[in-house]
């Protein structure tokens, strides 16, 4: 796919330097990747297969729902997910812009209609994300990192926030263990760039373990 085509690139390429991590930082993130995500396919697949049957016999539609996603250096990657909407979703949603809980250009309802009910439940308990473990072995994204966001959203991104298009995304950050949909935009951001500035493997590693004990019940999921 073609890379995304971003504004001011050079402006967010030196803001970002002072920020970049040695070579021996990402390579020791990719080790924990691979190993975490073979691990994981492995300890989650009975889950993943009951999940499968649930939503096949639930609604019509795929069982997994891929999307084209924003991620390291503007470069488009399908990911993958658990579909937990009807299929007709996507032509849906203009219908709905105007119950739009979410600030900026996230479109997010609690309740939102679109959902069916095996989604509701594998958005509560985050098991709709586990296909990007696939993401993660591919390389397209990093167990620990700021989520992709979608390519309308990210024109709308301000010169700094595109800054985050600079780090692979990644499962989960700050902003999947902070509260996630009780976070407003501006803030998701801020973490996120946080992370960036923050990063370490020590880091990495505790997010990810912090990510497994809220894996389940996550009040703020949708």
């Not at 001011?8 to 691979?34: G, Q």
Request: hydrophobic share 40%; proline share 4%.
């Amino acid at each position: 796919m073609n890379g995304l085509q971003i504004e001011s690139t050079k402006i967010v390429v030196k803001s970002m330097e002072k920020y970049e991590k040695s070579a021996d930082y990402h390579l020791l993130k990719r080790i924990i990747d691979i190993i975490f995500s073979f691990v994981g396919i492995i300890a989650f697949f009975p889950i993943m297969f009951v999940v499968a049957v649930a939503i096949k016999f639930d609604s019509k539609g795929p069982i997994i729902f891929s999307q084209a996603r924003v991620g390291k250096n503007g470069k488009l990657f399908k990911m993958y997910k658990f579909r937990s909407m009807i299929h007709d979703a996507e032509q849906l949603l203009d219908n709905l812009q105007h119950k739009n809980e979410m600030t900026g250009p996230i479109f997010k309802i609690k309740q939102d209609p679109r959902i069916t009910r095996v989604g509701r439940f594998i958005r509560k308990t985050s098991l709709d994300e586990l296909p990007q473990l696939f993401n993660v072995i591919k390389g397209e994204m990093s167990l620990v990192g700021p989520r992709p966001n979608l390519p309308k959203e990210v024109a709308k991104f301000t010169c700094e926030q595109k800054i985050k298009l600079l780090a692979k995304p990644g499962l989960t950050c700050y902003w999947q263990v902070m509260g996630r949909s009780s976070i407003d935009f501006d803030e998701w951001m801020e973490l996120d760039l946080k992370y960036i500035k923050d990063r370490s493997t020590f880091l990495d590693i505790k997010l990810i373990f912090k990510t497994l004990g809220v894996f389940f019940g996550d009040k703020n999921a949708s």
